[in-house]
Every structure is written in C-alpha cells, then in structure tokens.
C-alpha cells in the first residue's frame, strides 16, 4: 500500500497507538510497627476525657526496629579485646620466605631476564598481578659511569641551516640608535655649559674687584665707628650692679655692635675683595 503524505500528514497515523502499561512498583512496606504509636505521645488514643502521655515506655518487649550490630554505643565490653593466638606472624605479608639473589639466579632464571616494557595503554597504578623484578644487585658506580660518559661523549653538530651570528655585518659595532643617543647626550651637555657660561658672565659684569682707596677708607670709618662704640661701652663698665633693663640692653647692644665691627674689619683687611655693584 502506498502512503499519501500531504503537508507533514501519514496515513499511519490514522492507527491508534499501543498502550504502554507501566509497571506498578511494590507496595512500600515499613520496617517499624504500624500498630505501636510513636513514643511519649500526646495523642493518645481517641474517646479518652483526659488526654495525657501514653507509650512512655515505648512497648521495650516490642521493639519497632529490631537490634542490629554497633545500633547503639559499639560492640559490648570485651568485645575488642585482642584474640593471643592471632598475632601477625613472620613473612605474612610477603607470602613466605624471601628469596636470596643466588636462590633467584638457581630458581627462577627467568626473573632475572630483563622484559620489555609494556604498552602505556591505561592509567593509574598497576594491577595487583603486575609483579616487580626483586633482589636485584648492581655493582656499577652510577656517578662514575655518567661522568666517563659525558667526556668522551662526541660534540654535536650543530643542524643545518642555524643562523650564524657572528657572520652579521653589524656584529661587533655600536649600534645606530646608540650613537643617536650619544649626539642627543652631548647636544645637551654643550647646551648645559653654554647655560653656565652666560651666568658666569653676568656674574662677572654685576661684580667688580674693590680699589685700595675705596677698602682704606671703609676700614678708616669702621675702626672710627668701633671707637665711638667702645668709649660708650667703657663708660659704663664701672656699674657693676645692672639693676635696671634699660642698663642690661644697653650693655647687650654694644657687646654685639663691637663684635660685629671687629668682623667687618677682618674682612676688609684680606686682599682681592669683590663688591656687588647693583647692591
């Protein structure tokens, strides 16, 4: 029979489908009493007057759930107490007497045959029946064989085609960009001297060595000044009570005005004095 399709439509469909019967699970039955009420309830049973606590006891010669091994506090007492005659014996584990290399070498010749190694076809640790080679014994000195070794171990070549930089042209010569850098360095160092040179000559124009009659006739009015300063300190030197502020300022003041007279003309008495000539 030929099928008529007709915008998404099958004539298959006109069949109705089978029913699926699902398969009712087993009934849950609970593993405590049904017929025993919860214990210490408040509901106890109905017509009662008096509502009070009812199962207290919890029917202990019915037991909801039935005892099991560790159910409460662990094993009775005694129970981990350790069994004298069974005790870890000698070579347990190992699974007998272990075997010297000369027993291995006489029985069993064929452990000591190196085997190739196996396929890396899982991972994780290896199965309990994979077995190691034991009592193996080496008398090669590792260290000395690995430095024997690499001496007289050949050179290797270097593959062809490796970019050889010595051959550069520019091998062993200063880079452009650094003596760019060195030009802008020197550019700035000119620059920086041109920079002291014009002060140093403003300097020169603004100062101006000081003449031999000039210098003598500061020191002639100084040491005159010190001179009236000091016949007005000596006047008064014969009051030895200063009782007064106005004697006690006085005395200060010429003590610093002779101090600093007797500065200036040391200073005027050195040679090749310079002045400021805009002061």
């Known amino acids: 029979m030929a099928t008529v399709m007709m915008h998404g439509e099958s004539i298959y469909n006109l069949i109705p489908p089978k029913q699926l019967l699902q398969e009712r699970p087993p009934m849950y039955k609970s593993q405590h009493a049904s017929q025993l009420p919860p214990t210490a309830t408040t509901f106890p049973t109905g017509g009662t007057t008096c509502p009070a606590v009812a199962n207290v006891g919890g029917y202990l010669e019915q037991k909801p759930v039935a005892d099991k091994s560790h159910s409460t506090f662990g094993k009775p007492k005694g129970s981990y107490t350790d069994d004298p005659a069974s005790f870890l014996k000698k070579q347990e584990h ?6 010297t290399l000369k027993e291995m070498k006489r029985d069993h010749p064929e452990a000591l045959v190196p085997q190739q190694l196996k396929p890396q076809t899982r991972h994780g640790p290896p199965a309990t029946s994979d077995k190691p080679v034991m009592n193996l014994v080496t ?3 590792f260290i000395v064989a690995n430095a024997v070794e690499v001496i007289l171990a050949a050179p290797k070549k270097v593959p062809e085609g490796t970019k050889d930089y010595l051959k550069k042209e520019d091998y062993g010569k200063v880079p452009k960009y650094l003596q760019h850098i060195k030009q802008d360095i020197e550019r700035e160092y000119q620059y920086i001297r041109a920079l002291q040179e014009q002060r140093a000559a403003e300097e020169a124009e603004r100062v101006r060595p000081m003449r031999e009659d ?5 020191l002639e009015g100084l040491k005159s000044k010190w001179e009236q300063v000091n016949t007005a300190y000596q006047g008064g030197t014969h009051v030895t009570t200063l009782d007064t502020m106005g004697k006690l300022k006085r005395k200060e003041k010429h003590e610093a005005e002779l101090s600093q007279l007797e500065k200036d003309i040391e200073k005027l008495g050195k040679r090749n004095i310079l002045i400021n000539s805009e002061a």
């Open 94 to 99: 190992s699974g007998g007497k272990v075997l």
């Open 214 to 218: 000039e210098q003598q006739e500061v």
């Open 139 to 141: 008398s090669k000195n």
